[in-house]
Nanobody, 124 residues
Framework: QVQLVESGGGLVQAGGSLRLSCAASGRTFSNYGMGWFRQAPGKEREFVAAISRSGSITYYADSAKGRFTISRDNAKNTLYLQMNSLKPEDTAVYYC?????????????????WGQGTQVTVSS
């Protein structure tokens, strides 16, 4: 089992920044590919960003490219998402996920474990 706990969400004005964290415990963190997904009310969970086990490869949704940066610290068992230039349409609950897969990291159903989510609200 892997336990994931997100933090860092909150209310921010458009154009502002937030840094989300996801603390992992239970298994060897560096064995897992990690991803950030988000879900707005009435919508399906959507891919935001993902990172390989070593952190050497990253993937982004088009909506996140150039504004968000995913990173990980395997020594601290922590995943991060730096979000800049936030827009009202970024408002959602953000979830981190862990997967033993090395491919298809953009696909939510490929993830084995999920955190409880953290709310991000961007006001206009």
């Amino acid at each position: 089992q892997v336990q994931l706990v997100e933090s860092g969400g909150g209310l921010v004005q458009a154009g502002g920044s937030l840094r989300l964290s996801c603390a992992a415990s239970g298994r060897t963190f560096s064995n897992y590919g990690m991803g950030w997904f988000r879900q707005a009310p009435g919508k399906e969970r959507e891919f935001v960003a993902a990172i390989s086990r070593s952190g050497s490869i990253t993937y982004y949704a088009d909506s996140a490219k150039g504004r968000f940066t995913i990173s990980r610290d395997n020594a601290k068992n922590t995943l991060y998402l730096q979000m800049n230039s936030l827009k009202p349409e970024d408002t959602a609950v953000y979830y981190c996920g862990a997967t033993l897969k090395v491919i298809r990291l953009r696909i939510a159903t490929e993830y084995d474990y999920w955190g409880q989510g953290t709310q991000v609200t961007v006001s206009s």
